[in-house]
């Protein structure tokens, strides 16, 4: 595909375009190498044991990191951690149903590093499939399931967080 000068000048530019195009990907590929790096080291320093959690990896486990240094006084226990997350379930019965939902509240970009972490442990983690095989034959949806899920990722990250005292 190298760029050669010829009788077909559309040819020749969009070969052009497609080399120019492939080495900004490389090189933002790098850069992502770089940077993914470094913030590794940075959630090391700070939460070690937080990387070995399944379905964490350096951009989540950043994510609930800053969500938890930006309101150290909000983080007195697992069930504030949670309400901060926004994973904390919120009453929504009527009459001879009880149901729970998802809470809206909470810091977003924490809620959402517990749903990716979620995700991945819905599509890869056996322990988590046979949760949610189990929850869905009791009739949970998998919006129920999925905050049931996150409410206990959270209660594990906090097990994992720096404590401030």
Known sequence: MRPRKGSDPVAFTTNLVIRN??????????????IDQMLTELVAATAPSLLN???TGPDTSASLLVTAGDNPDRIGSE??????????PIPASS????RYRLNRGGDRHA?????????????SH????????????EGLNTAEVMR????YVARQVFKHLPQTT
């Open 21 to 34: 195009l492939a080495r900004r990907i490389q090189g933002l590929n790098n850069e992502m190498r770089e």
């Open 53 to 55: 959690l399944y379905g």
């Open 79 to 88: 069930g504030s951690w949670a309400h901060l997350c926004g994973v904390t």
């Open 95 to 98: 009459g001879k149903v009880t």
């Open 111 to 123: 809620n959402a590093a517990l749903y990716r972490i979620v995700l991945t442990r819905m599509s």
């Open 126 to 137: 056996q322990e988590t499939r046979s949760y949610v095989a189990r929850r869905r034959s």
């Open 148 to 151: 049931c899920l996150k409410r």
